[in-house]
Protein backbone atom coordinates (compact mmCIF):
# COMPACT_ATOMS: atom_id res chain seq x y z
CA UNK A 1 0.00 0.00 0.00
CA UNK A 2 1.77 3.38 -1.18
CA UNK A 3 -0.16 6.47 0.04
CA UNK A 4 0.23 9.85 -1.63
CA UNK A 5 0.09 13.58 -0.09
CA UNK A 6 -0.76 16.53 -2.42
CA UNK A 7 0.17 20.09 -1.57
CA UNK A 8 0.69 23.16 -3.05
CA UNK A 9 -2.78 24.02 -4.46
CA UNK A 10 -4.70 27.01 -3.76
CA UNK A 11 -6.16 30.37 -5.61
CA UNK A 12 -4.02 32.30 -8.27
CA UNK A 13 -4.54 35.24 -10.76
CA UNK A 14 -4.92 34.44 -14.58
CA UNK A 15 -1.26 34.14 -15.77
CA UNK A 16 0.31 33.03 -12.76
CA UNK A 17 2.15 29.87 -11.31
CA UNK A 18 1.64 27.54 -8.95
CA UNK A 19 3.66 24.31 -7.75
CA UNK A 20 2.24 21.17 -6.52
CA UNK A 21 3.68 18.43 -4.80
CA UNK A 22 2.99 14.82 -4.22
CA UNK A 23 5.16 12.45 -1.67
CA UNK A 24 4.30 9.22 -1.76
CA UNK A 25 5.36 7.01 1.40
CA UNK A 26 7.14 3.95 -1.16
CA UNK A 27 8.44 3.06 -4.34
CA UNK A 28 6.47 4.03 -7.27
CA UNK A 29 6.77 3.40 -10.63
CA UNK A 30 5.41 5.80 -13.34
CA UNK A 31 3.54 8.95 -11.68
CA UNK A 32 0.89 11.45 -13.31
CA UNK A 33 -1.29 14.52 -12.51
CA UNK A 34 -5.41 14.25 -12.78
CA UNK A 35 -7.34 16.76 -12.29
CA UNK A 36 -11.06 16.86 -12.38
CA UNK A 37 -13.19 20.25 -12.67
CA UNK A 38 -17.13 20.27 -11.62
CA UNK A 39 -19.41 18.40 -13.74
CA UNK A 40 -16.77 17.09 -15.97
CA UNK A 41 -14.94 13.76 -16.22
CA UNK A 42 -11.79 13.34 -14.08
CA UNK A 43 -8.54 13.98 -16.89
CA UNK A 44 -4.90 12.95 -17.28
CA UNK A 45 -2.73 16.12 -17.01
CA UNK A 46 0.70 15.06 -16.95
CA UNK A 47 2.84 11.44 -16.71
CA UNK A 48 6.29 10.53 -16.13
CA UNK A 49 8.06 7.64 -16.14
CA UNK A 50 9.48 5.80 -13.10
CA UNK A 51 13.11 6.87 -13.91
CA UNK A 52 11.75 10.17 -15.25
CA UNK A 53 13.28 9.70 -18.69
CA UNK A 54 9.84 10.42 -20.42
CA UNK A 55 7.17 12.80 -20.06
CA UNK A 56 3.51 13.28 -21.78
CA UNK A 57 1.24 16.01 -21.34
CA UNK A 58 -2.38 16.78 -22.52
CA UNK A 59 -2.84 19.32 -25.01
CA UNK A 60 -4.03 22.08 -22.89
CA UNK A 61 -1.78 21.79 -21.02
CA UNK A 62 1.65 21.30 -23.14
CA UNK A 63 3.91 24.61 -22.94
CA UNK A 64 2.48 25.78 -19.57
CA UNK A 65 2.85 22.73 -17.49
CA UNK A 66 5.87 20.92 -16.46
CA UNK A 67 6.15 17.41 -14.47
CA UNK A 68 9.30 16.19 -12.85
CA UNK A 69 10.37 13.88 -10.03
CA UNK A 70 12.69 12.96 -7.46
CA UNK A 71 13.18 9.30 -6.68
CA UNK A 72 15.23 9.91 -3.51
CA UNK A 73 12.83 11.58 -2.39
CA UNK A 74 9.89 9.88 -3.82
CA UNK A 75 8.12 12.95 -5.07
CA UNK A 76 6.58 14.09 -8.24
CA UNK A 77 5.26 18.17 -8.89
CA UNK A 78 3.82 19.88 -11.15
CA UNK A 79 4.37 23.57 -12.03
CA UNK A 80 1.91 25.32 -13.60
CA UNK A 81 2.51 28.58 -15.71
CA UNK A 82 0.41 31.14 -17.39
CA UNK A 83 -2.53 29.76 -15.78
CA UNK A 84 -5.51 29.78 -17.14
CA UNK A 85 -9.63 29.76 -15.13
CA UNK A 86 -10.21 26.72 -17.48
CA UNK A 87 -7.71 25.46 -14.99
CA UNK A 88 -9.49 25.23 -12.10
CA UNK A 89 -10.19 22.04 -11.27
CA UNK A 90 -8.80 19.54 -8.12
CA UNK A 91 -5.63 18.11 -8.67
CA UNK A 92 -5.11 14.83 -7.84
CA UNK A 93 -1.59 12.38 -7.70
CA UNK A 94 -1.54 9.10 -9.25
CA UNK A 95 0.96 6.35 -8.64
CA UNK A 96 1.29 2.69 -10.42
CA UNK A 97 3.02 -0.19 -8.13
CA UNK A 98 3.47 -3.02 -9.65
CA UNK A 99 -0.18 -2.73 -11.64
CA UNK A 100 -1.74 -0.94 -8.83
CA UNK A 101 -3.02 2.33 -9.34
CA UNK A 102 -2.93 4.68 -5.84
CA UNK A 103 -4.11 8.31 -5.66
CA UNK A 104 -3.80 11.30 -3.50
CA UNK A 105 -6.58 12.65 -1.61
CA UNK A 106 -7.07 15.49 -4.65
CA UNK A 107 -5.96 19.36 -3.63
CA UNK A 108 -7.91 22.30 -4.97
CA UNK A 109 -6.38 24.92 -7.43
CA UNK A 110 -8.76 28.26 -8.54
CA UNK A 111 -7.40 30.72 -11.00
CA UNK A 112 -9.63 34.00 -10.69
CA UNK A 113 -8.95 37.26 -10.77
Known amino acids: QVQLVESGGGLVQPGGSLRLSCAAS?????MSWYRQAPGKERELVAR????????MYADSVKGRFFISRDNAKNTVNLQMNSLKPEDTAVYYC?????????WGQGTQVTVSS
Open 48 to 55: ITGAGAST
Open 94 to 102: NAEVWGENY
Open 26 to 30: GFTSA
